[in-house]
């Protein structure tokens, strides 16, 4: 079956330092992979998207990598910040189709 | 400001009532979904419309009815039929053309 996973676990790290997220998907062939961002109780708020054609995006802080062949990409904020504590949704869209399927998220923590 | 708004914030459902949730946006886009969100399951898709007077039903439609009447509106009814409705629910839009989704401030649907 099609599968998005993302570390359900919190990751913790310190202000300053690279936070790296992780996005694993199966049995899909997508045309690309976005990144979203969402606050407790707010809706998700689009960050970087990347092509299947594409290694590696960046936008100020924040770096995406996607690799095709190990069905996953890396999500990387340098230099975190508090203000970074957030929960990190990944979403592919199927070649051919317009649909999302979003992973489940991970929660960032950034302590001062 | 352009943007989508979703009304009401919290929204309490008795037992057998149906409830409609309100997504309006004036960002002129042609696509509108909804998703539903549960703790540890991420955002799923419950209907979706690309056009007006158009609509299609996602991964979890049943228990759920939408309309399409005007391209800035898109309401979502959770019907009797829907046993567990209590989640968090996200209206989202985009331009056709465009892979970015763009999503309102969300409902929480409680159940008395």
């Known amino acids: 079956s099609q599968k998005i996973e993302q570390n359900s676990e919190a990751l913790n790290i310190q202000e300053g330092k690279t936070a790296t997220l992780t996005c694993n998907y199966t049995n899909y062939s997508p045309a690309y992979l976005q990144w979203y961002r969402q606050d407790p109780g707010r809706g998700p708020v689009f960050l970087l998207l990347?092509?299947?054609?594409?290694k590696e995006k960046r936008k100020e802080r924040l770096k995406v990598t996607f690799d095709t062949t190990l069905k996953q990409s890396l999500f990387h904020i340098t230099a975190s910040q508090p203000a970074d504590s957030a929960t990190y949704l990944c979403?592919?869209?199927?070649?051919?189709?317009?649909?999302?399927?979003f992973g489940t998220g991970t929660r960032l923590l950034v302590s001062p | 400001d352009g943007g989508i708004t979703q009304s009401p914030k919290y929204l309490f459902r008795k037992e057998g009532q149906n409830v409609t949730l309100s997504c309006e946006q004036n960002?002129?886009?042609?696509?509108m979904y909804w998703y539903r969100q549960d703790p540890g399951q991420g955002l799923r898709l419950i209907y979706y419309?690309?056009?007006?007077?158009?609509?299609q039903k996602g991964d979890i439609a049943e228990g759920y009815s939408v309309s399409r009447e005007k391209k800035e509106s898109f309401p979502l009814t959770v019907t009797s039929a829907q046993k567990n409705p209590t989640a968090f629910y996200l209206c989202a839009s985009h331009l056709t053309g465009q892979e970015t989704q763009y999503f309102g401030p969300g409902t929480r649907l409680l159940v008395l």
């Open positions: 979403a592919l869209v199927r070649t051919g189709f317009q649909k999302l399927v």
């Open positions: 419309s690309q056009i007006v007077n158009d609509f």
């Open positions: 960002l002129n886009h042609d696509a």
């Open positions: 990347i092509r299947e054609n594409e």
